[in-house]
């Protein structure tokens, strides 16, 4: 068979494969070329599962000698050499939008500028255009689009279902109205208004009223030429899948599974198993450092070096969760002042930052923050003063740290514990002391319940606070402490432990080098596929050293950055302490309960045990009083 050159239909028909895979793709396009057109408001109606489209803005509009042309495939305003991909101010670029459209549906085209004593309409039907018209309208352009894929049976049976295509274009405009938060949207479903947004003052506000949470929390982070920007919810407040997660690169709403690693990274600890953060994130960076022409539909972008964007991304969030803006204090919310200008939370993921150092072993970045034991406990004021109240306790034991119920690898709880108290005395100048009256010290002790859970009550409610993950989110932030500030054994291996890999992921983790001697593990180059490792902490078993190291090398050639060492130092902390605090069923004298809270002031996650479990639950008084019947 010869070759033969396609016909214009047959290549725009392929053209639409790619740009146009579901309804919900070519949305995304028209309401993009309204933003570029300057739109402030964006109108947007889907009828049928999405075969019938209807997008309305009040942009610039349109000539009628550029109106045939927009049709037309590679005709673009947006850029006119090839240098301009590299400095790309606009979201469409190609030219293939429209055409693609046209050459699938019945399109409607109708413009209008400001200036203009009437609009202008072209209809085209699957790529063939008629003559303009002159119609009336109002300034901008309205883009009708109809029997979407009517001339292509094959395209037309894979859509799926109404209700799936309808949610698919739902999720497309919520992410469209992220980006743009100066833009009112109206959103009509078969004729029925789902939605009205209109133009907010800032990207927290319009998160707010898209995701429906409030408050939601902002953090910021630079690594380099990369900035991250994120909007979120606290921990409290999650989703059971990751599509609450919402990805933006130059403003462009994308799908990245590194960037969704870093949210996920920020929020290590802080959830439980199956629970998903509620975020949105915007990643900027000069237009030079990043690719957005890689993707028919433009839902993946490449940067020039991934592990900026990751440790940004990361960044950005950590360092705002670590001050735990949503634990009330004297009726307000945390201030950046109590837990970051004061000395305290630091950024994990900066490597320019500067730590305390002990016998000999490097800086390192610290990743869950600084928190030191004050010289002077915060004073009580509690009504509850009565001795005949602190005498009704079941047993009186003392609160330490049972040595018989702990399963010690290598080095001892104990041990890391002193060491973590020897930093805090050393350190006491640098680190951050609780606030006076912080908010877990601030809770009126009650009492006890089921030995298990501390009954206490601040002002509008009770707080039941459970003891045993309570105590362990404090003994696990000693122990990270005790570790990041290099207060443990390293130990010297006579023969360098060799861990075998592939070259390119040796390659990846000699990158990372110095940044893994800040954390206590000495490696060096023993051959194009082999890694060694020349020394490590004590109480990291050689076992799980290699599988640690080889799942952090596949992270950095994935998704150019990881956390693997820190998460299983992270793990081992975390089982250390769970089997070495106080257990439910203990009972604790009411000064051994005060203790503890006031010990969780000195930590600001001290919301979250270490595997994620909430540490308290609030019961309102207006509800104790409705059930009452004190209120209706």
């Not at 075969?51 to 673009?76: C, Y």
């Not at 054994?489 to 075998?500: C, K, M, S, V």
């Not at 990881?562 to 998460?567: F, I, T």
Request: net charge negative; proline share 5%.
């Amino acid at each position: 068979m010869s070759i033969q050159v396609l016909s214009p239909e047959v290549v725009d028909q392929i053209a639409a494969g790619e740009v146009v895979e579901r309804p919900a793709h070519l949305v995304k396009e028209l309401v993009e070329n309204s933003i570029d057109a300057g739109a402030t408001r964006v109108h947007v109606e889907f009828y049928d599962g999405g075969r019938i489209v209807k997008v309305i803005d009040n942009g610039k509009g349109m000539s009628p000698e550029d109106l045939p042309k927009a049709l037309d495939r590679f005709a673009t305003s947006k850029i006119s050499k090839s240098d301009d991909l590299w400095s790309l101010k606009t979201f469409g670029f190609r030219g293939e939008a429209l055409a693609s459209i046209s050459s699938v549906s019945k399109m409607t085209l109708t413009t209008r500028r400001a200036g203009d004593e009437q609009a202008y309409q072209l209809i085209s039907e699957y790529g063939k255009k008629q003559p303009i018209d002159r119609v009336g309208g109002s300034q901008g352009t309205t883009v009708l689009m109809e029997n979407l894929f009517e001339n292509m049976p094959a395209r037309l049976k894979f859509l799926k279902s109404d209700a799936a295509e309808h949610t698919a274009i739902k999720t497309t405009l919520k992410a469209m109205a992220l980006a743009h938060h100066d833009v009112e949207f109206r959103i009509q479903e078969n004729s029925k208004l789902v939605n009205f947004w209109p133009a907010c003052k800032d990207r927290k506000e319009r998160a707010e009223q898209i995701l429906e949470i409030k408050p939601l929390f902002v953090g910021e982070a630079s690594r380099e030429y990369v900035k991250a920007y994120a909007v979120f919810a606290d921990p409290h407040n999650v989703a059971k899948t990751a599509k609450n997660i919402w990805l933006f690169a130059q403003n462009r709403w994308v799908q990245d599974r590194s960037l969704q690693a870093a949210v996920n990274e920020a929020y290590r600890s802080l959830l439980m198993h199956g629970e998903y953060p509620i975020a949105a994130v915007w990643v900027e960076t000069d237009p030079e450092y990043i690719d957005v022409n890689i993707h028919p539909t433009k839902s993946q972008v490449k940067f020039h070096d991934p592990s900026l964007a990751f440790r940004a991304v990361a960044g950005a969030l950590r360092a705002t969760l670590e001050k735990a803006p949503w634990i009330q204090q004297s009726g307000q919310l945390r201030s950046q002042s109590q837990f970051g200008e004061a000395g305290g939370t630091v950024d994990y993921s900066d490597p320019a930052a500067s730590y305390p150092s002990a016998k000999g072993l490097p800086n390192f970045a610290n990743y869950s923050g600084e928190a030191g034991v004050p010289t002077e406990m915060p004073k009580e004021n509690l009504a509850f003063q009565d001795s005949t109240f602190k005498t009704t306790q079941f047993q009186k034991k003392d609160f330490s740290f049972p040595a018989s119920s702990v399963q010690q690898p290598k080095v001892g709880y104990h041990a890391l514990m002193d060491a973590a108290e020897s930093r805090e005395e050393h350190s006491s100048t640098e680190a951050v002391a609780p606030v006076s009256g912080g908010y877990w010290s601030s809770l009126e002790v009650l009492g006890q319940a089921n030995l298990t859970y501390i009954v206490t009550q601040h002002r509008d409610k009770m707080v039941f606070v459970d003891q045993h993950a309570a105590h362990e989110r404090v003994a696990y932030e000693k122990l990270m402490n005790a570790w990041k500030g290099g207060k443990i054994d390293i130990q010297d291996f006579l023969f360098p432990l060799a861990i075998d890999m592939s070259p390119e992921k040796v390659e990846g983790l000699l990158l990372l080098a110095k940044d893994i001697e800040r954390l206590g593990v000495f490696i060096e180059p023993l051959g194009p596929g082999t890694v060694g490792v020349k020394a490590a902490p004590l109480f990291i078993k050689e076992a799980v050293l290699g599988k640690v190291l080889d799942r952090m090398a596949t992270e950095v050639v994935d998704q150019g950055g990881s956390y693997s060492l820190e998460r299983a130092v992270g793990d081992i902390c975390a089982t250390m302490a769970c089997h070495s605090v106080v257990r439910a069923g203990q009972a604790l004298s009411h000064d051994q309960m005060k203790n503890l809270l006031r010990e969780m002031d000195h930590f600001p996650l001290s919301s979250f045990c270490p595997h994620g479990r909430p540490v308290s639950v609030e019961y309102p008084f207006y509800k104790l009083e409705k059930d009452f019947g004190r209120i209706v």
